[in-house]
Nanobody, 126 residues
Framework: EVQLVESGGGLVQAGGSLRLSCAAS????????IGWFRQAPGKEREGVSC????????YYADSVKGRFTISSDNAKNTVYLQMNSLKPEDTAVYYC???????????????????WGQGTQVTVSS
């Protein structure tokens, strides 16, 4: 079965860093795009970043550009989100999601993704 498992969340002070991981299984990893989304209480799910695991094309929300970096290790079927210079407004549950790269039209649309992980909590204190 398709499975996405996030890890790496936690509590960090403003200005600090975290690295999230998304381990994928159950599909041909190189054919898929992996997106990171986040959702804070009372807010809609927001696209953070996306990477194509085949050609490594990357995309970022303006709010995280220059602070976050997405990358992939295809041998491990894992995508990472390096988060630097964290701000309190980055606090949210972070989810990874997968969709066949050929089907992806707009990376930040959550409904385009077929598979989702369970989420990992990121809390940034001021």
């Amino acid at each position: 079965e398709v499975q996405l498992v996030e890890s790496g969340g936690g509590l960090v002070q403003a200005g600090g860093s975290l690295r999230l991981s998304c381990a994928a299984s159950g599909f041909t990893f190189d054919d898929y795009a992996i997106g990171w989304f986040r959702q804070a209480p009372g807010k809609e799910r927001e696209g953070v970043s996306c990477i194509s695991s085949s050609d490594s094309s990357t995309y970022y929300a303006d709010s995280v550009k220059g602070r976050f970096t997405i990358s992939s290790d295809n041998a491990k079927n894992t995508v990472y989100l390096q988060m630097n210079s964290l701000k309190p407004e980055d606090t949210a549950v972070y989810y990874c999601a997968a969709v066949n790269s050929l089907l992806l039209r707009l990376w930040s649309r959550a409904h385009e993704y077929d598979y989702w992980g369970q989420g990992t909590q990121v809390t940034v204190s001021s």
